[in-house]
């Protein structure tokens, strides 16, 4: 029992109780509403499950479930979600070394990446405390994610007409709940305008799927000075 | 919809990055202009997708009830609600649009 706590509540260090809380209810309430999503748009519960584990993130779905959802290829909608994680790459980049040495333990934590968790333990001057605060914010985040993608994935199930809820607009409606944060800053505002103005242009020159991996290129204004 | 292939398929590449960032990367090393890049990349990609899912169906541009739910949901989220109350307002405009008209 001792170490459980000491794994959730990593003493002497930056992390408070209500950040650990608030990570962990915030993510319950995503996984709750992303399962929900996929399964009332005909995911089979049992992939359901299976996503919420290995792919643990939602982005990924969320953005494949929307460009399929427009007219956009398989392929296409796989190539948007792994592209819209690259930024778990660079987490775990940022992240493993303040980690442990051992490899193997080093590409499970790389797993768990997520936003939150990395800035926190990122936020520790010593390397043990990161690792400490990487290990519990990763419980408070994973968990409360997982149990909420199971609940979710169980009530989805018992809705009876999911044709009648809007269900094509919630695809867009959960991604930009995701991103409104970054659209705070000038620079990020512009690259998102870019990549707007480039999809719509290309939409109806071009096969399903192009013109979103297009957009990608507005992410090449970042290499400008400057942030 | 998700199928097992395409989850296996994502697993697959979100997984791949997470282990080449954790294991093949020295953050340090990576130049901070191209750092930028892939750290805009996701809005980017995420911006487009919800643009087209929101103006256009099956690559035609088609406005309909959608435009409304999703600018509903914009308004929530830059009002910081939690994102079942963003997606369920979303829901519940589009949904309320179509029966009426």
Known sequence: ?227 | MLTWMVVVALAIGVYGQRLAGALLVDADRLPSRWRRVLDALPLAIISAVVALATISDDGELTLDARLAGVGVAALCASRKLPMFVTVLAAAATTATIRAVG
């Not at chain 1, 993130?57 to 399929?68: H, Q, R």
């Not at chain 1, 990487?134 to 419980?139: E, G």
């Not at chain 1, 169980?154 to 809820?165: E, H, K, N, R, V």
């Not at chain 1, 242009?201 to 970042?222: I, M, S």
Request: aromatic residues 8%; proline residues 5%; neutral net charge.
């Open chain 1, 1 to 227: 029992m001792a170490t459980v706590r000491e794994w959730l509540f990593p003493t002497g260090t930056e992390l408070t109780s209500g950040e650990s809380l608030t990570i962990g209810l915030t993510y319950f309430t995503v996984g709750l509403t992303v399962a929900v999503l996929h399964v009332t748009d005909g995911t089979a519960p049992w992939v359901m499950i299976a996503s919420v584990f290995i792919v643990n993130s939602v982005t990924p779905t969320l953005a494949y479930a929307a460009v399929t959802a427009s007219g956009g290829s398989t392929a296409a909608g796989v190539l948007s979600g792994w592209l819209v994680s690259t930024r778990f790459g660079l987490f775990a980049a940022a992240i493993a070394p303040r980690l442990w040495r051992s490899k193997t333990k080093r590409a499970i934590a790389a797993h768990a990446s997520f936003d939150p968790n990395v800035a926190l333990a990122m936020r520790e001057k010593d390397d043990d405390d990161a690792r400490r605060v990487y290990l519990a914010t990763s419980l408070w985040l994973c968990i409360p994610w997982w149990i909420g993608g199971i609940i979710g994935t169980l009530i989805g199930s018992g809705l009876s007409d999911p044709g009648a809820l809007g269900l094509d607009a919630v695809f867009p409606a959960a991604l930009i709940a995701i991103i409104w944060p970054q659209l705070a800053k000038a620079d990020l505002r512009v690259i998102a305008a870019t990549a707007v103005v480039i999809a719509i242009a290309l939409l109806e020159a071009t096969p399903g799927g192009v013109p979103v991996l297009a957009a990608a290129g507005a992410a090449l204004l970042a290499l400008r000075r400057g942030r």
